[in-house]
């Protein structure tokens, strides 16, 4: 709900040792049913024995842990010594502007541990974009080859599997602990760069909230500590006691010691996903922009009792169940019976505060949640069904290939943001300005909508003075508004017209006889050392419908 500035997204990279770049938030989106239900009884009364109850059993557990679980940084080596690995990772990104290619491989190295289960448990950009992945232990000089199981790149998380029994040899797993409080001391073990061996840095918590994931682009919760976690850190576990307190994934550019690791709820949010479905479940949002409610005149016009808190509605995603639920202007006061404060924060542990985000992402998709909220005065309940959901415009693309599709020149794919990361690191100012708004601001309006451009133009005399009109958005094929890159394609594919029409944004017109066209497109991929006139994806979808047609 609560977006940070691109200032601060810029000063937070990933700790894996290979080139970053910053991403900018992009909001996940998810979506329900809607289900009116009776209004809330002794909502206050459940809430505030809730929070009194959590708050002595967190003070409780702090006195206990405090007592006989002070971090030793020996006791974090021994545990480390056989549970801690080492990561290398040859990779290949595509390359956005010619996407019929990758760019040159590249070798990385990260860390990781071992988890019940013969698992290894890592960061998800330290195998990001993988095509070989070792994994080499403690003391060992023999590298082992490593299958990537699982990858949440929202949550920067992965699960290897090692198939050599040689390799299980000698190795313990580590459990999952708690959320360490304010200033309990960490270990963060890994194998930074600066050297080859196994590293151990001491640090304490300084705070845990919601916070920029930069792989993912995505706002979760996160764990700062006063350690350096420094390039090659990214994997290795923070120890506390006996147990894992978290992942080391970023830093903070510019400043020192400061680190962030992913929590143990997040982990296990991870974990529970791939072991109910057998693969990465994703995490749930409402679908909503909120506004705070902080000043008294916006209240009180909004109509809120002075015991009231609560957020404003102000953008609602078209595409969720929520939209036929919660409307503009509405006042969410409670979820889940969990009041929600004037600057969108809900209580957490002992006098912390965390947005109200949170409770949201830790929900299982197809889970429901209680809302209510004030609508022109009068207090609602809703029942909503959460579930993950992808932007219009998709923040990232690890792991996969992008689409495309030429004809007579024209090179056509569907907006991305690592499309408009191709513009560099300083891409939010670099890139089309319209394409940067679109991709940061709209909404989808149906379900697997795309927003198509025209790339650019590989020149032949089929499509000279069209040149100038690549960045454009491609609105209508032939007068038919089209929906997404295979919708286009087909399009023109099927076309049966002598002539083919093409209309971009700002009413810009692109028109080619079809037949010449065609006929010039062979011509041109020959010429560009093109394999193909569209991306795998779209070729197995034509390659469908012509066996369907045969039939």
Not at 206 to 231: F, K
Request: glycine residues 6%; hydrophobic residues 40%.
């Amino acid at each position: 709900m609560l977006s940070c500035s691109i200032r601060t997204l810029r000063r937070l990279k990933c700790c894996c040792n290979k080139r970053w770049s910053s991403l900018f938030l992009a909001k996940g989106y998810c979506f329900s049913k809607p289900k009116v239900v009776p209004s809330f009884c002794n909502t206050d009364i459940k809430f505030s024995r809730f929070y009194v109850g959590e708050r002595q059993s967190s003070l409780r557990q702090w006195r206990r842990r405090s007592l006989y679980t002070v971090t030793d940084t020996y006791e974090a080596i021994e545990l480390a010594l056989d549970s801690v690995i080492k990561i290398f990772t040859v990779s290949s990104s595509p390359n956005y502007f010619l996407p019929w290619q990758n760019k040159s491989q590249r070798e990385t190295m990260g860390s990781g541990f071992v988890i019940p289960g013969k698992k290894i448990l890592t960061n998800a950009h330290v195998v990001a974009d993988h095509t070989f992945v070792l994994v080499r232990k403690h003391g060992s000089p023999t590298k082992y080859r490593a299958e990537v199981q699982a990858v949440g790149h929202e949550c920067d998380l992965a699960i290897l599997v090692v198939e050599s029994p040689e390799f299980w040899e000698g190795m313990n797993f580590l459990e999952l602990g708690d959320i360490p409080f304010l200033q309990e001391a960490v270990a963060v073990v890994g194998y930074p760069q600066g050297g080859d061996n196994i590293s151990v840095t001491k640090g304490v918590v300084s705070r845990v909230e919601p916070t920029q994931y930069v792989h993912g682009a995505t706002q979760l919760m996160a764990i700062q500590i006063d350690a350096a976690i420094n390039p090659g850190n990214s994997g290795g576990p923070a120890i506390m006691g006996n147990k894992v307190a978290g992942v080391a994934f970023q830093n903070l550019s510019g400043s020192e010691n400061i680190g962030y690791i992913i929590p143990v709820p997040v982990i296990k949010h991870f974990i529970a996903g791939i072991e109910e479905s057998g693969k990465y479940m994703g995490f749930c949002s409402m679908g909503l922009s909120c506004q705070p409610t902080e000043n008294v005149q916006l209240r009180n016009h909004f109509k809120m009792q002075p015991h009231m808190t609560g957020v404003l509605v102000s953008k609602i995603n078209p595409l969720s169940d929520a939209y036929g639920v919660l409307k503009k202007d509405d006042i969410i006061l409670e979820f889940d019976g969990v009041p929600i404060a004037n600057d969108g924060t809900v209580p957490f542990r002992n006098r912390e505060r965390i947005t109200f985000d949170h409770l949201v992402s830790m929900k299982k998709p197809n889970e429901t949640a209680l809302v209510k909220v004030l609508r022109n005065g009068e207090e609602h309940a809703f029942t909503i069904t959460l579930q993950p959901l992808q932007p219009l415009v998709p923040v990232h693309q690890f792991d996969k290939l992008p689409s495309y599709y030429i004809f007579a020149g024209l090179v056509f794919v569907p907006l991305t943001q690592p499309y408009l990361h191709e513009y560099g690191e300083d891409w939010y100012n670099t890139s089309p300005r319209r394409l940067c708004e679109r991709a940061l601001r709209e909404l989808p309006k149906r379900a697997g909508e795309q927003l198509v451009i025209l790339s650019q133009v590989l020149m032949d005399d089929i499509n000279a003075g069209y040149e100038r009109l690549a960045e454009l958005q491609v609105k209508k094929v032939n007068g038919i508004e089209i929906k997404n890159l295979k919708h286009l394609c087909q399009l023109v594919e099927n076309c049966s017209r002598e002539s083919l029409r093409i209309d971009l944004d700002d009413d810009r017109v692109v028109a080619l006889s079809y037949e010449s066209a065609r006929i010039a497109t062979s011509w041109i991929l020959e010429r560009h050392r093109i394999p193909s006139r569209m991306s795998i994806d779209l070729l197995s979808e034509q390659n469908s419908l012509l066996m369907d047609s045969a039939e």
